[in-house]
C-alpha cells in the first residue's frame, strides 16, 4: 500500500541554521510528491512539487527538495531558517486512480525556530 | 480572484447530531476533495466529486456523505457524529483531467464533537 513517512515528529533549529526534513515514500510507480506547510489553525500552502524531471525542485520561500529514487525519499531543504518558517510540513504522495487524484499525506514535522 | 473558500470556520455539535460543512472551490476548478486531518496528524482523503458525482472515497464509513453542485460547490454531510470525528477538515479543489496538478486547500472547519 501506499504510505509516506515522515520520521521527526519535532525538530528544533536556531534562526539562520541550515534545515533538513525528512520524508519517505512507498509507492509502485513513479510517485509525483509534494511538501506543503501549515501555520496554527491555517489550512496547507504548496510548498513545491515534483512530477518529472529534474530531481532537485525549487519552491517558494527558499526551499529546495530532492527526489532520490533509489532511497524512496524527498527531503526537504532551506540553507537558512527565518523565524516565519515555524510550522508543521506536510511531505504527500499523489496516487491515481481511474483518473483522478487524491494525496496521501504523512504524518507531518513540526518545526520550532529559536531566535 | 477568490480561494478556496470554507464554511464555517469553527463548529461545535454533540454527539449524534448531524453536521454539514460547505465548500466553494477556486474560480476555474471543477472537482472537490474532502480530507479529515485529526489532531497532530496528516490529512486522510474521504472522498472527491466530480460532474456531481463521487469520484473516489478513501476509508470512512457512510456516515461521512458528500454532494456537489452544478456551480461546483459541495457540502460533507457527517452523521450520528461520534467524538472521534472531531478534527479540521479541509476542501480542496482541482481541475479534472490535468493530471497530479496540485491542490489549492480552504482554511478547513474546525469540528468539535461534545
Known amino acids: 500500500a501506499q504510505s509516506v513517512t515522515q520520521p521527526d515528529i519535532h525538530i528544533t533549529v536556531s534562526e539562520g541554521a541550515s534545515l533538513e526534513l525528512r520524508c519517505n515514500y512507498s509507492y509502485g510507480a513513479t510517485p509525483y510528491l509534494f511538501w506543503y506547510v501549515q501555520s496554527p489553525g491555517q489550512g496547507l500552502q504548496l510548498l513545491l512539487k515534483?512530477?518529472?524531471?529534474?530531481?532537485l525542485v525549487q519552491g517558494i520561500k527558499g526551499f529546495e527538495a530532492e527526489f532520490k529514487r533509489s532511497q524512496s525519499s524527498f527531503n526537504l531543504r532551506k540553507p537558512s531558517v527565518h523565524w516565519s518558517d515555524a510550522a508543521e510540513y506536510f511531505c504527500a504522495v499523489g496516487r491515481t486512480t481511474s483518473g483522478t487524484y487524491k494525496y496521501i499525506f504523512g504524518t507531518g514535522t513540526r518545526l520550532k525556530v529559536l531566535a | 480572484d477568490a480561494g478556496v473558500t470554507q464554511s464555517p470556520t469553527h463548529l461545535i455539535k454533540t454527539r449524534g447530531q448531524q453536521v454539514t460543512l460547505r465548500c466553494s472551490p477556486k474560480?476555474?476548478?471543477?472537482?472537490v476533495s474532502w480530507y479529515q486531518q485529526a489532531l497532530g496528524q496528516g490529512p486522510q482523503f474521504i472522498f472527491q466529486?466530480?460532474?456531481?458525482?463521487?469520484?473516489q472515497r478513501g476509508n470512512f464509513p457512510d456516515r461521512f456523505s458528500g454532494h456537489q453542485f452544478p456551480n461546483y460547490s459541495s457540502e460533507l454531510n457527517v452523521n450520528a457524529l461520534l467524538l472521534g470525528d472531531s478534527a479540521l477538515y479541509l476542501c480542496?479543489?482541482?481541475?479534472f483531467g490535468r493530471g497530479a496538478e496540485k491542490l489549492f486547500f480552504g482554511s478547513g472547519t474546525q469540528l468539535s464533537v461534545l
Open positions: 474560480s476555474g476548478h471543477d472537482t
Open positions: 466529486y466530480y460532474e456531481e458525482e463521487e469520484r
Open positions: 480542496a479543489s482541482s481541475s
Open positions: 515534483y512530477f518529472s524531471g529534474d530531481t
